[in-house]
């Protein structure tokens, strides 16, 4: 049974940090690139950051790039999102999500998502 379980979340002040971790198991970690969204209260679902299977790839929306850094560690079938200079705006549910390709849309995992709230 795939599950993809993440963590991390939680209240920070602007210009605070963030890691959230995602824990994946039930499918073949390293197979599978991990991507990370975000949902703020009444917007749509959107991409923030993906990683190939190996770690050896990454591409970033622009809005994240500089801020956000994506990793994964196989040996821990973790993906990681590194979180910096948050702002109010970042305040949304988090979630990650494991693909069998780089940019397809079929056959993915998503998990439950960890709330990140940016206030002061």
């Known amino acids: 049974q795939v599950q993809l379980v993440e963590s991390g979340g939680g209240l920070v002040q602007p210009g605070g940090s963030l890691t959230l971790s995602c824990v994946a198991s039930?499918?073949?970690?390293?197979?599978?690139?991990m991507r990370w969204y975000r949902q703020g209260l009444g917007k749509e679902r959107e991409p923030l950051a993906r990683i190939t299977g190996d770690g050896s790839g990454t591409n970033y929306e622009d809005f994240v790039k500089g801020r956000f850094t994506i990793s994964r560690d196989n040996a821990k079938n973790t993906s990681y999102l590194q979180m910096n200079d948050l702002t109010p705006e970042d305040t949304a549910m988090y979630y990650c999500?494991?693909?069998?390709?780089?940019?397809?849309?079929?056959?993915?995992?998503w998990g439950q998502g960890t709330q990140v709230t940016v206030s002061s």
């Open positions: 999500q494991a693909s069998p390709t780089f940019w397809g849309t079929r056959g993915v995992h």
């Open positions: 039930g499918f073949t970690f390293s197979s599978y690139s």
